[in-house]
């Protein structure tokens, strides 16, 4: 599928995904939506990519929504099936195998927001801009904001953040933990591709299994969660990169992970 609105590429086993319609600073249409999707699909089928980067193209905007203009005219049926794609999309994003980190770039409002949230890891750059501008336009936030931004941020910064409609700079969301960095804008993919390159070098089974455990685990009780961690902590010991992980340790050299 050729894409017309995302860009994409892969090297040393890092995707980088970038949402490219800068004239509506990165604004999430149906299209859009849908080539993310596709994408998404394509990049959690293939085992060469150990760690996956989302941002957004130019200097001043991540995502800085859904496209408003796109769903001024639309109905009830039709309003409901747009969430619908999004929001299936950023559960594809959330459960890909591989960590996903938000490079946010710039604003990361509504549709933005959710899309970081959607991911593992958020690193922002100083002139990024949080928020959840919904409830202005006279909708709620529709791409899972409801849910994951307060899982994220505890519940009382998260609703306050969508019964305003404010915006937060990046130190704010800093602070209240929406992001985990804040870097300078010229240093943002850099900052961004050496913790990817951090993680891609640890074994990948091991990586992907931990995510799928914090993950499962995250919206259940603490006794069902420590079960899928006895699943996936039992699975790595059937795996090669467990031998040469241990071995190595032993054997005081480097560890090579073939991701076996
Ligand atoms: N949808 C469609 N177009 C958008 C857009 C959006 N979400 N955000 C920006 N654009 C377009 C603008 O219409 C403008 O296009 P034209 O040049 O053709 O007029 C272009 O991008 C540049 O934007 P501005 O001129 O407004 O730039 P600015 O620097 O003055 O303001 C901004 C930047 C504060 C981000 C402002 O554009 C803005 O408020 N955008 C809307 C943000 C928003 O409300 N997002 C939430 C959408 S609802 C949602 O996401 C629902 C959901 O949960 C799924």
Redesign the pocket.
Known sequence: MDYKNILYSAENGIATITINRP???N??NTETVSELRDLVGKIAADSEIKVVVITGSGS??FV????????STKNAVEGRAF?KI?QDTFTEIENMPQPVIAAING?A????C?LSCACDIRYASENAKFG???V??G?T???G?TQRLPRVVGRGYGKELIFTAGMIDAQEAYRIGLVNKVVPQEELMDTVYALAKKIAKNAPIAVQLSKAAINRGINCDVITGIAYEDEVFGLCFATEDQKEGMGAFVEKRKATFTGK
């Open positions: 004239k509506a600073l604004a999430l001043k905007s800085a929504g859904a496209d408003i203009v796109e769903m969430g999004g604003f409002l509504g549709g933005g959710e959840q501008p919904e202005g336009l909708i936030p529709g791409f904001g």
